[in-house]
């Protein structure tokens, strides 16, 4: 074996010297926690007991989740959440960025104006939704009534058939200017000269749009879903704040918490935890591959 | 007099100025965490000022989420990561099974004489494995509110006895008034999935005879034909006699529906008596209270869930002789007796409901002592830590039930597949 290095040997190692900082930081944040709750989710261990007395249980926390109901309730919603709200705000963002993206006066401010949703906490705007859909004194019901669309006020947050729609469409406010500002940063790099190309050779608005701006769009596109799947995916303020701890609407992480926080059940709430990386990580694995090929 | 508003700070203004002086202050300051439903934080703060006054201590006085289950997650955790931040805790009637390990034992620092000024049933509640680990603050119980003035309109001369009395009425009410105020129902009550429909529902199937959801002795009972009749009553009332949305509705909802003199009939505890009668209210005057109504069946009984509210001192507390002596003042018969009069908030000390001058302030305290005395507590003794479990699983349940996503035989013998799972080899 050579006694000096190669030159890609040596280039290697001082990689891996300049990428030592960040390997460190994320084995302390991310793995070791990720360890951590891996190792509790094989005890039975109760938050109320003082000191806390851990059992050893082996995998009979997953074998329970396995065949627990509420566990595969709260993945279900949690599935069309993130499918609905996901592919409207995907539709709207794209309107929303191709109209901020023409020229007319007040731009600037139109784009400042679309992101204030997004700018507001979560927790305040679906506070202030909750109250917009009260069945009594709420907004949404006075102006549905008022324009004669509903005959008497629909309870949005007791139904268990709107409830959830009604908080998708909250998070739909919420995050379409997300999505339009992930869209817009693609639209704006992709060259003018093409469009103008495109004017010459006699092609109509429309085909400029499938032929020109959406395959173009395809990496904006797929990195801004990747964002706010996995964002959904994880989803728990709007939901606790709108409807608490209700079976009709709960999510994989609002579940996880009443198990771990109300509950505290150490053990069971670690073994849902470790389901939801498993079950995101598996998205990520498929967007991933998809990407891939797609880019390449 | 109204005190100008710079006044009030400045005044504010010099009191944090002397809190900030650390040699110059004698005394230690004990946090206190008090509820904020109504005006729970208030009375609460007022009187442990008052104490602070007569012992040269001083007092913080913290306020907690207003759902029950939001502040029970709250403490939960502080007092997990061993937290010395606050001293006094009012805690649920059903939590000292639950968080009882974390309390001091009152039994080492007080008299046994004060012991047997309250309740016994109250300090049976608060005594676990021979530990006393909170003294009784205030008792509650789940009554019946309604509109005297709507009574006589439509022909009533006397509140409703039974169910089926309450939803005949509640119906004739609501048509007659809807004529006027669209927005107008029969009776409102808590219907959201959370602890606050345990309440309502143990009531409901206590009163037609179905039990406890679980016996004294630990069995678990509540998928029985008495509670499936119970809970079909209260479905049946969601869009006719409630408003649909009473299905996402706390104490505080209902109240809102309910003071703004928009029911007839309100499922609410004591401390709405006084807020329904506030200089600024729209039916001051002209409601009243009586005890739940029962099925109208033979083993029909009249039902009120016990509620009420305990101080109990953190074993982390870093000044427990001062936070005990705190707890001694609050619970006093004094402040009680004050509490009674401008906030009927329920006393803990028998001797409250022959005073005077409390029942002049609240009559109705001496006509429902029986019911207060006699109040149906939810089986947190018997199932201990895992009562929030068993609650939950419970007002589960029943919120399917009410939504109509589940048949009422379904979902009780669902919930007796879960109970059992839960109780496992014991409570």
Redesign the interface.
């Known amino acids: 074996m050579a006694r000096r290095l190669s030159l890609s040997a040596r280039r290697a190692r001082i990689a891996w010297a300049f990428m030592a900082p960040s390997v460190l930081i994320l084995l302390a944040v991310a793995a070791y926690p990720l360890f951590r709750t891996f190792q509790l989710s094989l005890f039975r261990a109760?938050?109320?007991?003082?000191p806390l007395r851990p059992e050893w249980v082996g995998l009979a926390n997953y074998a329970y989740m396995v065949q627990d109901l509420y566990w595969w309730t709260s993945v279900k919603n949690t599935v069309i959440f993130t499918v609905a709200s996901v592919s409207l705000e995907t539709v709207l963002g794209l309107g929303v960025a191709l109209l901020v993206n023409a020229k007319f006066p007040l731009r600037g401010m139109m784009r400042t104006a679309m992101l204030i949703p997004w700018a507001i906490p979560t927790v305040v705007s679906a506070q202030m939704w909750r109250w917009m859909y009260?069945?009594?004194?709420g907004v949404i019901n006075d102006l549905l009534l008022r324009v004669h669309l509903i005959a008497k006020?629909?309870?949005w947050?007791?139904?268990?058939h709107l409830v959830l729609p009604a908080i998708i469409a909250v998070d739909v406010w919420k995050t379409t200017p997300f999505m339009a500002l992930l869209l817009l940063a693609g639209l704006q790099s992709i060259p003018e000269e093409l469009y103008e190309a495109a004017r010459v050779d006699g092609a109509s608005g429309v085909q400029q749009f499938w032929f020109i701006t959406l395959p173009l769009l395809v990496p904006a596109l797929l990195v801004a879903l990747i964002f706010r799947t996995l964002d959904a995916l994880r989803v728990f303020d709007v939901i606790y704040v709108m409807?608490?701890?209700?079976?009709?609407t709960m999510s994989m992480s609002v579940y996880a918490r009443?198990q771990l926080?109300?509950?505290?059940d150490l053990g069971y709430g670690s073994a849902l935890s470790t389901g939801i990386f498993f079950i995101i990580a598996l998205f990520v694995a498929l967007y991933l591959s998809v990407l891939r090929v797609e880019v390449d | 007099m109204k005190r100008p508003g710079w006044l009030k700070v400045a005044l504010a203004a010099v009191g944090l100025l002397a809190m900030g002086v650390p040699a110059a202050a004698k005394g230690v300051t004990v946090t206190i965490s008090c509820g904020s439903v109504g005006k729970g934080y208030n009375f609460c703060k007022e009187g442990a000022e008052a104490w602070a006054k007569q012992t040269g201590n001083q007092v913080r006085v913290l306020a907690s989420p207003k759902?029950t289950?939001d502040r029970?997650?709250l403490y939960?955790?502080q007092?997990?990561a061993g937290s010395s931040e606050v001293d006094v805790y009012m805690i649920d009637v059903i939590w000292p099974g639950?968080?009882g390990?974390?309390f001091v034992d009152l039994n080492q620092y007080i008299d046994p004489k004060v012991k047997s000024e309250f309740f016994p049933a109250l300090i049976k509640a608060n005594t676990v494995d021979g530990r006393l680990v909170g003294l009784p603050w205030f008792t509650d119980a789940g009554i019946l509110y309604y509109r005297t003035d709507l009574l006589k309109k439509y022909g009533y001369t006397a509140p409703p006895k039974t169910w089926d009395e309450l939803k005949a009425m509640a119906a004739k009410i609501q048509a007659g008034e809807r004529k006027e105020n669209p927005?107008f129902w029969g009776f409102v009550w808590q219907?959201?999935?959370?602890e606050g429909l345990t309440c309502d529902a143990l009531e409901w199937i206590y009163s037609y005879g179905g039990g406890t959801i679980v016996d004294a002795q630990g069995n678990i009972t509540v998928n029985n034909p008495k509670a499936a009749a119970a809970l079909k009553m209260a479905k049946s009332w969601v869009n006719t006699i409630s408003?649909?949305?009473?299905?996402?509705y706390m104490e505080e909802d209902a109240r809102?529906?309910w003071q703004a003199g928009?029911a007839a009939f309100m499922r609410n505890w004591p401390y709405a008596y006084a807020l329904g009668n506030s200089a600024d209210s729209p039916i001051k005057g002209k409601f009243d209270v009586t005890v739940l109504p029962k099925a109208s069946t033979p083993d029909g009984r009249h039902a009120a869930t016990l509620g009420g509210w305990q101080l109990a001192v953190s074993?982390f507390s870093k000044h427990k002789k001062e936070a005990v002596s705190l707890v001694l003042y609050l619970t006093g018969f004094n402040e009680q007796k004050r509490r009674a009069i401008y906030g009927t908030y329920l006393p803990t000390r028998p001797a409250l409901y022959q005073d005077p001058d409390v029942l002049s302030a609240a009559p109705f305290m001496g006509r429902l002592y029986d019911v207060f005395v006699n109040a149906v507590p939810r089986p947190s003794a018997q199932t201990k830590?895992k009562y929030?479990?068993v609650s939950?699983a419970f007002w589960?349940a029943v919120?399917?039930v009410l939504?109509?996503?589940a048949s009422t035989e379904m979902a009780l013998s669902q919930l007796e597949r879960q109970l059992k799972r839960i109780k496992g080899s014991g409570w």
Do not use: M, W
């Open positions: 109760n938050l109320l007991d003082y009260n069945d009594v004194y006020p629909v309870a947050l007791a139904d268990p409807s608490g701890v209700n079976p009709s009443q926080v109300d509950f505290g | 759902s289950t029970l997650a939960q955790q007092l997990a639950i968080l390990e974390f927005k219907g959201a999935p959370y408003p649909p949305g009473v299905l996402a809102g529906v928009n074993r830590k929030n479990q939950s589960t919120h399917s939504e109509g996503k």
